[in-house]
């Protein structure tokens, strides 16, 4: 297809579908997250995912995109004026971030990655955060963390400067919601359940609507961070499905052999973390080496939610497990697996361990920062609101105690 200028036109369309797939990919957690949680609390944790929907939105034009990709200031963040209020975002193309789309697709299409990453954080503390204390943190997390991150690895920081690679979000996105969801079980602690209560999920259909929204949405979220309808998101692609079906499988058949029986939530929950673990290796590998990390991501992970279980850790929907170890590991295997001839990148398996090197370093320093920074912010969070919801609000539901509804209306009307 001919081009404008130096924009192409396929090129633009296809980093617009793929944003409207990410963008998808918000609801499509809230599915997922209402489905695995209480009836009580159906529309509580829905409503942590839309609501980041708007909140992000707009800090992203009043400076989160200019803080993330504005002018390298010390390796540390952008130039915060640069792009404030979509200032110098526009029709033209910018070098940097995707030479043939304008930068106004650009920033769109970053938009969606920056909404979604804070509302992954909701399944760890589901069922026990009040919504004035997440308002809080979804604002002050979206500026400390998340920002701070997109520079330092898509914006031309120090981890890029380093060598870093991370295709679509192993680190900007999973790894840094997953320590951040670690940090806030331990903080807020476990949820407070009457006897014989149970945790199981609800609505297990809505858990496989929104896997399959989260899946249709990640091929979006992986192929389009090509930014241009060519090889590389053709095999992002194709890894993506690849690397989720494998750890799908796997998750399945380990847990079948593990607890007796092949239950759907299992099969989802592999999915996901198979979804999530490529994703920062999907533009640098060849397909074969999805079918490992798809192997690894389930193993792996299963056996840190057992783990989880073991040490009491009342992370709720497992989010740290799934998300935060599948983005470590799949950063690790980035440098492991990476070969020139997919994107330019080297890994250790072609002999380059000094990117094998940068991968496990970039990974810790950032595991490190983000449960550092998320823990200090609930703290200060807590002085000026409480975190946590006292325990009748916690008893009756979130739903009609802080919100006034119920996503059920059994009784054929309003009490």
Request: include cysteine; charged fraction near 10%.
């Given at each position: 297809m001919g081009t404008i200028g130096h924009i192409s036109p396929g090129d633009t369309a296809f980093v617009l579908v793929s944003g409207a797939l990410v963008a998808l990919m918000t609801p499509g957690l809230a599915f997922f997250y209402g489905g695995l949680v209480r009836r009580k609390n159906v529309l509580a944790i829905m409503m942590q995912s839309f609501i980041a929907m708007g909140v992000?939105?707009?800090?992203?034009v009043l400076g989160g995109f200019s803080l993330a990709f504005g002018r390298d200031i010390h390796g540390l963040i952008g130039n915060p004026l640069q792009y404030f209020a979509l200032h110098n975002v526009g029709m033209a193309p910018n070098p940097a971030h995707g030479p043939t789309i304008p930068f106004l697709v650009f920033f769109g299409y970053q938009e969606m990655f920056a909404i979604i990453t804070p509302a992954l954080i909701t399944g760890a503390f589901a069922d026990r955060v009040s919504f004035k204390a997440f308002l809080a943190f979804l604002v002050g997390w979206s500026l400390l963390v998340y920002i701070p991150f997109a520079h330092w690895i898509w914006g031309g920081g120090f981890l890029a400067q380093w060598g870093l690679v991370d295709f679509a979000g192993g680190?900007?996105?999973?790894?840094?919601?997953?320590?951040?969801?670690?940090?806030?079980?331990?903080?807020?602690?476990?949820?407070?359940?009457?006897?014989?209560?149970?945790?199981?999920?609800?609505?297990?259909?809505?858990?496989?609507?929104?896997?399959?929204?989260?899946?249709f949405g990640w091929f979006g979220f992986n192929g389009g961070s090509a930014l241009a309808a060519n090889g590389i998101a053709a095999t992002a692609f194709v890894n993506t499905d690849i690397a989720g079906s494998v750890a799908m499988i796997t998750w399945l058949v380990v847990a079948w052999w593990r607890e007796g029986k092949p239950t759907m939530t299992g099969a989802l929950t592999g999915a996901v973390a198979g979804l999530a673990t490529v994703t920062p290796a999907a533009g640098y590998v060849r397909p074969w080496a999805a079918v490992l990390i798809g192997l690894a991501s389930a193993l792996v992970c299963y056996a840190a939610v057992r783990f989880r279980m073991r040490r009491s850790l009342d992370d709720a929907l497992?989010?740290?497990?799934?998300?935060?170890?599948?983005?470590?590991?799949?950063?690790?295997?980035?440098?492991?697996?990476?070969?020139?001839?997919?994107?330019?990148v080297k890994g250790a398996i072609q002999g380059d361990w000094k990117q094998f090197g940068v991968q496990c370093a970039g990974a810790a320093i950032t595991a490190v920062y983000s449960f550092v920074i998320t823990m200090a912010l609930l703290k200060v969070i807590n002085v000026f609101t409480p975190v946590r919801v006292d325990e009748v609000v916690e008893t009756k539901g979130l739903d009609q105690e802080l919100h006034g509804e119920t996503a059920y209306d059994l009784g054929g009307g309003a009490t």
């Amino acid at each position: 297809m001919g081009t404008i200028g130096h924009i192409s036109p396929g090129d633009t369309a296809f980093v617009l579908v793929s944003g409207a797939l990410v963008a998808l990919m918000t609801p499509g957690l809230a599915f997922f997250y209402g489905g695995l949680v209480r009836r009580k609390n159906v529309l509580a944790i829905m409503m942590q995912s839309f609501i980041a929907m708007g909140v992000v939105t707009a800090i992203w034009v009043l400076g989160g995109f200019s803080l993330a990709f504005g002018r390298d200031i010390h390796g540390l963040i952008g130039n915060p004026l640069q792009y404030f209020a979509l200032h110098n975002v526009g029709m033209a193309p910018n070098p940097a971030h995707g030479p043939t789309i304008p930068f106004l697709v650009f920033f769109g299409y970053q938009e969606m990655f920056a909404i979604i990453t804070p509302a992954l954080i909701t399944g760890a503390f589901a069922d026990r955060v009040s919504f004035k204390a997440f308002l809080a943190f979804l604002v002050g997390w979206s500026l400390l963390v998340y920002i701070p991150f997109a520079h330092w690895i898509w914006g031309g920081g120090f981890l890029a400067q380093w060598g870093l690679v991370d295709f679509a979000g192993g680190i900007v996105v999973h790894l840094s919601a997953g320590i951040a969801a670690l940090a806030s079980v331990i903080f807020v602690g476990r949820r407070k359940l009457a006897p014989g209560e149970s945790t199981a999920p609800h609505n297990i259909a809505f858990v496989a609507l929104g896997t399959g929204l989260l899946w249709f949405g990640w091929f979006g979220f992986n192929g389009g961070s090509a930014l241009a309808a060519n090889g590389i998101a053709a095999t992002a692609f194709v890894n993506t499905d690849i690397a989720g079906s494998v750890a799908m499988i796997t998750w399945l058949v380990v847990a079948w052999w593990r607890e007796g029986k092949p239950t759907m939530t299992g099969a989802l929950t592999g999915a996901v973390a198979g979804l999530a673990t490529v994703t920062p290796a999907a533009g640098y590998v060849r397909p074969w080496a999805a079918v490992l990390i798809g192997l690894a991501s389930a193993l792996v992970c299963y056996a840190a939610v057992r783990f989880r279980m073991r040490r009491s850790l009342d992370d709720a929907l497992d989010v740290w497990g799934v998300h935060g170890v599948g983005g470590f590991i799949g950063i690790v295997l980035t440098g492991a697996f990476a070969v020139a001839t997919v994107n330019g990148v080297k890994g250790a398996i072609q002999g380059d361990w000094k990117q094998f090197g940068v991968q496990c370093a970039g990974a810790a320093i950032t595991a490190v920062y983000s449960f550092v920074i998320t823990m200090a912010l609930l703290k200060v969070i807590n002085v000026f609101t409480p975190v946590r919801v006292d325990e009748v609000v916690e008893t009756k539901g979130l739903d009609q105690e802080l919100h006034g509804e119920t996503a059920y209306d059994l009784g054929g009307g309003a009490t």
